[in-house]
């Protein structure tokens, strides 16, 4: 097991550590940057399947649909099953959010696979009190259909490292059927670097 996780470590991109001009260590961090035609094989996909997905990432989000059962957040990150998806209640603000606890992530794409989102943000933090949006879409004609995929890119030239990312919903999906503001997310992902510790491997 532990030869399996070096391989697999020594066919991976590394940024190693080294002295910048202004004398600090820039962290080695794992690339895993967007590929066409490789969605959902980022940086959620490779902590799914180097390690214990539950320790890895706590996923919390606005109130349910219905129960944990049929529209847990979890169900976003089960890239092999379309028959699960997570859903909101009709509320206002609706969101599923990512906490990566030890571990740091740059993010610099997402893909999303959901049901008629219209308007939204995704923000992130460093200590879930302050939140910085690094992507908006709104009026996202694209999306107007039934379990659509696309790539987007994030707003993050300078690189910002965060410990959580979240998408919100910011006005009614395409439904607008008495201001739907339920949120649907079939599967999402994130793609850039994983900044790397001893709990990575």
Known sequence: EIWEKI???LQQEISTQSVGNNGRYTEPKLSLLYEQNKEFQ?????????????NGIVITSSQL???EQSDSPRHAIMYND????????????????????????IPLNYTIKTIRPKHWV???????????IIDRQDNCE???D??????????NSQNVKYRYIRMRQTAPNWYDKNRCNILVIGSIEFYGYLILNEQVF
């Open 42 to 54: 980022g940086i959620i996909n490779y902590i799914q399947t180097h390690g214990n997905i539950n």
């Open 146 to 155: 039934f379990n659509r995929t696309k790539t987007f890119s994030i707003n």
């Open 142 to 144: 694209y999306m107007n």
């Open 7 to 9: 391989s697999i470590r």
């Open 65 to 67: 649909f219905s129960n």
């Open 122 to 132: 995704i923000e992130a933090s460093d200590d879930n009190d302050n939140w910085t």
């Open 82 to 105: 379309n028959s699960k998806y997570f859903r909101s209640k009709n509320v206002e603000n609706a969101f599923i959010c990512f906490d990566f606890k030890d571990k740091r992530i």
